[in-house]
């Protein structure tokens, strides 16, 4: 078995994980490729780009926060991806940096479980020329720079939704309703619930407010602007500039993203430790 490691190497703390982790594996004999950046950093290696992980490892580990995994997911396709969390929040990463080894090694001798997280695909076409990109955790169209409150029609399974007078829109999976959608008022929803949330952010009107769809739905979203260029961005990542009228269809993607499960926690256990959910509940302490 063969392991890609990326790493957060904006992180300090990441970095000295990296450390620990190839030392450890150099002592076990059990290989592994840095993401080249990461290994340029630590001054090790083997290494190689990012793009050519996937061909030659088997499993993908994340040092850093949810953002360090999502880049290791977009390119571990179907691999399984251990997240060690040495961020803020870290929703989507499992374990901890106290955790790190015996989640490896749990690997190893295959007494591992997967969550397996739905993604979003969106399709633009222009010119003829279709282009598709996948999100674990929304895909986002945005005013950008546009100086004027842009309309965004959307349409499910081809009938007309509404026309939101917004400075964007949100469209995540269960697995994102924690990230930028909760931050703009959005529900969170448990991960494996097969829905879509569509969360306008600062809408210019009272009634709008975000709504949960069944995860089998087509979405196509445009912006009614007379001008301008509107940044759609997946995961975080812009990938390209919309024109006015120019139309993002977004549905499931036939691809999952395979995360190495902690078993030794549940989803309530998260939003209690990271939301501080029943926090003034808890005992009080002496001061």
């Given at each position: 078995?063969?392991?890609?490691?990326?790493?957060?190497?904006?992180?300090?703390?990441?970095?000295?994980?990296?450390?620990?982790?190839?030392?450890?594996?150099?002592?076990?004999?059990?290989?592994?490729?840095?993401?080249?950046?990461?290994?340029?950093?630590?001054?090790?290696?083997?290494?190689?780009?990012?793009?050519?992980?996937?061909?030659?490892?088997?499993?993908?580990?994340?040092?850093?926060?949810?953002?360090?995994?999502?880049?290791?997911?977009?390119?571990?396709?179907?691999?399984?991806?251990?997240?060690?969390?040495?961020?803020?929040?870290?929703?989507?990463?499992?374990?901890?940096?106290?955790?790190?080894?015996?989640?490896?090694?749990?690997?190893?001798?295959?007494?591992?479980?997967?969550?397996?997280?739905?993604?979003?695909?969106?399709?633009?076409?222009?010119?003829?020329?279709?282009?598709?990109?996948?999100?674990?955790?929304?895909?986002?169209?945005?005013?950008?720079?546009y100086p004027r409150i842009p309309t965004f029609?959307?349409?499910?399974?081809?009938?007309?939704?509404?026309?939101?007078?917004?400075?964007?829109?949100?469209?995540?999976?269960?697995?994102?309703?924690?990230?930028?959608?909760?931050?703009?008022?959005?529900?969170?929803?448990?991960?494996?619930?097969?829905?879509?949330?569509?969360?306008?952010?600062?809408?210019?009107?009272?009634?709008?407010?975000?709504?949960?769809?069944?995860?089998?739905?087509?979405?196509?979203?445009?912006?009614?602007?007379?001008?301008?260029?509107?940044?759609?961005?997946?995961?975080?990542?812009?990938?390209?500039?919309?024109?006015?009228?120019?139309?993002?269809?977004?549905?499931?993607?036939?691809?999952l993203i395979n995360l190495v499960?902690?078993?030794?926690?549940?989803?309530?256990?998260?939003?209690?430790?990271?939301?501080?959910?029943?926090?003034?509940?808890?005992?009080?302490?002496?001061?």
């Amino acid at each position: 078995m063969k392991f890609a490691i990326v790493a957060n190497t904006e992180r300090k703390e990441a970095v000295l994980l990296a450390k620990e982790l190839t030392g450890w594996l150099d002592t076990k004999r059990i290989s592994y490729v840095l993401e080249s950046l990461s290994a340029e950093k630590l001054g090790i290696g083997p290494s190689a780009k990012i793009d050519d992980l996937n061909r030659i490892c088997d499993i993908f580990i994340s040092l850093g926060g949810d953002g360090t995994l999502l880049l290791a997911s977009h390119y571990s396709e179907t691999k399984p991806v251990i997240g060690i969390n040495v961020g803020h929040l870290g929703f989507l990463t499992e374990f901890n940096k106290d955790e790190m080894i015996a989640a490896v090694e749990k690997v190893l001798d295959g007494s591992y479980s997967i969550h397996n997280r739905t993604q979003l695909e969106a399709i633009t076409m222009r010119n003829g020329s279709e282009q598709r990109m996948c999100a674990l955790n929304d895909v986002v169209i945005e005013k950008g720079t546009y100086p004027r409150i842009p309309t965004f029609v959307i349409r499910l399974d081809g009938e007309l939704l509404g026309s939101y007078r917004a400075d964007g829109i949100i469209i995540a999976t269960s697995t994102g309703s924690t990230a930028y959608s909760m931050s703009a008022g959005g529900p969170i929803i448990a991960p494996k619930s097969s829905v879509f949330v569509i969360t306008p952010i600062c809408p210019h009107m009272l009634t709008v407010r975000p709504i949960v769809i069944s995860d089998d739905k087509i979405i196509e979203v445009s912006v009614d602007a007379q001008a301008g260029e509107f940044p759609l961005n997946c995961d975080g990542r812009i990938t390209r500039m919309l024109q006015p009228q120019e139309t993002v269809t977004v549905k499931k993607s036939n691809d999952l993203i395979n995360l190495v499960a902690n078993e030794d926690r549940d989803y309530c256990e998260i939003l209690r430790t990271k939301l501080l959910w029943g926090r003034e509940h808890a005992p009080s302490q002496p001061e």
